[in-house]
């Protein structure tokens, strides 16, 4: 069964960063809520993910919306957790976004703030690298500095 692990940087008002890895050396970064507040980034921990259907998610496959999206398994206190495009931490509920990079991207409130870029491409890209399979997720919080 194919891996994929987050490694996650610390914590900001803008979101939680990680860079992700999968087993067969596909490399992105992520993003996910802050850990403090509403609808917190899930805790670090393995999960299962598999495809389903998503209502409000998608990739492009051949030009076509394809609204199959890897879905997170059994996190503790949480439904529908998905793996997704978007590009900044409001956009999701606890979901984890995934990007080329992260860069200060233009909000639709006229406003600069840290995202993720080219998420809908590397969304896509990640589910060709993936097979569709399901797989097991790692998720590791920062070195804490001593």
Known sequence: MKTATIQRGPSTE???????ETSTGFKCVTLERPADGEHPCIPAGTYQC??????????????????????????????????????????????????????????????MMNGV??????LTA?????????FTLTIVEPPVKI
């Not at 803008?14 to 992700?20: A, I």
């Not at 870029?117 to 590397?122: Q, V, W």
């Not at 990640?126 to 399901?134: K, V």
């Open 14 to 20: 803008e979101g939680t960063f990680g860079k992700l």
């Open 117 to 122: 870029n080219h998420s809908r491409n590397t």
């Open 50 to 111: 598999s495809v389903r259907k998503s209502n409000d998610n998608y990739c492009v496959v051949n030009g076509v919306k394809d609204y199959r999206v890897y879905s997170v398994q059994n996190v503790p206190g949480r439904d529908n957790v998905e793996i997704h495009s978007g590009n900044w931490f409001f956009q999701i509920l606890g979901c984890i976004l995934l990007g080329q990079e992260v860069a200060q991207i233009e909000t639709p409130y006229k406003t």
């Open 126 to 134: 990640f589910m060709a690298d993936m097979s569709r399979e399901d």
